[in-house]
């Protein structure tokens, strides 16, 4: 008697405890990495130069619940913002950013009121090239006063080099990151509203920025340039326009304009969802369109970015880069290499045939992180669990990327066969 009262007794509790466990299970949850959020904020209130790097702290890497972890996000983001005030207020007010060997000089204005969410932001790039530094300086001016948006900063740079690449160089990539950087803190800009634009040379370096830099524009507008070697695949997700006088026959502009035009209308063809285009080839126009092409810029004020698209097309170029959108590569990005990714509900698919290991960076915007997330990397399984949020995470996309859209709670590096 004794035996069955207590198996009764102990069933009984069993099935209060399973019934009980959500609610608590639930309360748990939401509380859990509290203790890791008391420690960032301790260690986030001592100076940055007396801090131990943030990934060596044991609470860097213990789970957070969704709502610490939003909480996290401000807290780094925060401090990234008094950083960025503190060390680069003097470059700003000198109007010059210097990024390893090369200098980017610049100059701005701002028009119209600025919005709730933040000012936009129009980088606008000269044309000259290959010539002398005087004839470059000149078509710095011209740029200056080229395009007037109804809001936003409009932000003219002068090219590091004089030479006929001037825009697309390696150089340039990590120049215009910092810029976006800098602008984001000081002069409040929206990051999911930054504009590309560019005239003739400056046409060309959109042609290839705007690709290889997709995750960082909402738009683009290629003003009478050559693409070169570009390629229109990692545009899916932004807005590109393309101007072009129907006379403008040097360097064969108007005819590869009509080329681009056919592949951007094909891959819009195949892919509904993605590649928003617009292409005008200005009648009787030749080189200079008599600011025709002004009408490029409200048409890209209708873009904003998403920084967490639900598919991703990334395509390096021969400039690489070591992250798009919410995808990265642990090692030395590969040129030319291709990768594509899908996400829907809880899961992500890969698929590439040149790259062998992707990280795939996650957040509560994109999946429950609560639940198993699933991965297929060229049709096999590559992962299947549940992925936790940590401090280490978040600081880590924040310090690579210096953008509050594309800082990720969670990431998991996969390998594809």
Known sequence: MVSISFRGLLMSQLVWVCLAAPLFAEESNSQRGAAALVALREYLSEAREQRAPLVEQAFAAQPLSRSVASQVRDLLWKDHVAFIRRTRQQEMQAKRIEVGKHALRFDYKIFGDKPAKGRSLYISMHGGGGTTQAVNDQQWENQKRLYRPKEGVYLAPRAPTNTWNLWHQGHIDPLFDRLISNLIVFEQVDPNRV???????????VYQLAPRMADRWAAAAMMAGHPNEASPLSLRNIGFTLHMGELDKAYNRNGV????????????????????????????????MDRQDAVAVPWMARFRRNPVPQRVVWHQDDVT???SYWLAVPETAKARALVVADRVDQRVTLTSSDVQRVT???????????????????GEMVFEGQLSRSVANLAASLAAREDPGLMFSAAVTVELR
């Open 360 to 378: 795939v960076r996650l957040d509560d915007r994109m999946v429950n992180l609560d639940d198993k997330v699933v991965i297929e990397g060229n």
């Open 195 to 205: 504009y590309l634009m560019g005239y003739s040379a400056g046409g060309d370096g």
């Open 257 to 288: 304009a009509r080329q681009w035009q056919e592949r951007l209308a094909k891959l819009k063809e195949d892919d509904p969802q993605g590649y928003a285009h617009e292409v005008q080839l200005h009648k009787g126009k030749g080189h200079w």
């Open 321 to 323: 880069h070591l992250a």
